[in-house]
Nanobody, 116 residues
Framework: QVQLAESGGGLVQPVASLRLTCTAS????????LGWYRQVPGNERELVAI???????EYSDSAKGRFTISRDNAKNTIDLQMNKLTPEDTPVYYC??????????WGQGTQVTVAS
């Protein structure tokens, strides 16, 4: 069974960069959605960057041009390269694996803080 764990979050200043890594145990088969979401207190969790069907990249408007999602199938990892960070990018980031068989897995989240 698939388990997810995020790493790479931390405290940075505006316009700095961070690289988040999602490490998966188990085989990521029949991928429907695979990628990154984020959430701030009081708000709903929102999509940041995903692989649709496991291969086609999809980004939120705020992420386009700044964030890049990538996969390393050999290592079973999904990375999110975040550039030009602003205070609006500060929330908890979560990794998600949703299969065509409707299995939905989330990591525990990693905190990103961008101080102005």
């Amino acid at each position: 069974q698939v388990q997810l764990a995020e790493s790479g979050g931390g405290l940075v200043q505006p316009v700095a960069s961070l690289r988040l890594t999602c490490t998966a145990s188990g085989t990521l088969s029949s991928v429907h959605v695979l990628g990154w979401y984020r959430q701030v207190p009081g708000n709903e969790r929102e999509l940041v960057a995903i692989f649709r069907g496991g291969v086609n990249e999809e980004y939120s408007d705020s992420a386009k041009g700044r964030f890049t999602i990538s996969r390393d199938n050999a290592k079973n990892t999904i990375d999110l390269q975040m550039n030009k960070l602003t205070p609006e990018d500060t929330p908890v980031y979560y990794c998600r694996y949703y299969s065509w068989s409707r299995d939905d897995h989330w990591g525990q989240g990693t905190q990103v803080t961008v101080a102005s």
